[in-house]
């Protein structure tokens, strides 16, 4: 079996706090049910005799090897909370350990390095009462649209805007002023994605590869988020993954005013 396909399957795993056991039968035997995946390739993969994977599959037994519920992991190309199902990860915790798997190369190369730079602005030395962020280059493309860029840049976040907006993750900086008089290319654009955009808050989300500052309105669509632009057009997002965030506040980019 692919790398490609055991990914896809991971995402469809169950997981049972309660009842563990019954959830770990449930995945093993989503992935016997396959037909490209074999016993034998199983066995190849984990290390693990037929009889072994065998009593796994048809035994009745109510507690396993270690060693077993390892190499059954490695085989499915997954961690041993996902394979068993015992809930010891949270929800989002699996979701970003599954895109993160399912995502390129590059990508995994992006968010390493993110995460490198978050966490060297954490223990840089600046007042316990100030927050650093990293603030996003956004560029134009021919067509005038707003795209992301890898580019980006630390900013300190003043103390009462650290203090009051504990929950602003990143930034971003616009290339252009299209979207003035309320955001402009001098300022920072702050964000936070520690929950949904709220009736008439702006956010910023990504759409067909471009990104747009909307609003959220209210609308009957229970099962959607309905966001309108400052040209009007109207988007219907039912997956909050399309959100990079809500707008927070602006902050002066002082190094501009200083040139």
Not at 2 to 18: A, C, P, V, Y
Not at 76 to 84: G, P, Q, T, Y
Not at 217 to 246: R, W
């Amino acid at each position: 079996m692919t790398r490609e396909k055991l990914i896809n399957l991971s995402k469809h795993l169950t997981s049972d706090r309660d009842d563990y056991l019954s959830a770990f039968h449930k995945n093993m035997n989503l992935y016997v049910s396959q037909p490209d995946f074999t016993i034998r390739e199983i066995s190849e993969r984990s290390g693990l005799s037929f009889s072994t994977i065998n009593t796994v599959l048809y035994g009745n037994n109510r507690d396993y090897k270690l060693s077993t519920i390892v190499g059954l992991s490695k085989a499915m190309n997954v961690s041993i909370d996902e394979l068993v199902g015992c809930s010891t990860l949270n929800e989002e915790e699996r979701y970003l350990i599954q895109e993160y798997r399912s995502s390129s190369r590059q990508d995994q190369l992006l968010i390493h390095w993110f995460i490198h730079m978050q966490k060297q602005l954490r223990t840089c030395d600046v007042p316990t009462r100030q927050q650093t962020v990293l603030i996003m280059q956004m560029c134009q493309d021919e067509t005038g649209g707003l795209r992301i860029t890898d580019q980006y840049l630390p900013c300190q976040l003043s103390d009462s805007e650290s203090i009051q907006h504990s929950n602003i993750f990143m930034g971003i900086q616009l290339p252009c002023c299209d979207y003035m008089p309320d955001y402009s290319p001098y300022d920072y654009i702050m964000l936070a994605n520690d929950r949904l955009p709220k009736i008439n808050e702006d956010c910023i989300i990504l759409s067909a590869g471009k990104c747009y500052i909307v609003k959220r309105i209210p609308s009957d669509k229970s099962d959607t988020l309905t966001c309108i632009d400052k040209q009007g057009k109207i988007y219907y997002y039912p997956a909050p993954e399309d959100i990079m965030g809500y707008i927070v506040c602006t902050q002066i980019n002082e190094e501009f005013y200083q040139r």
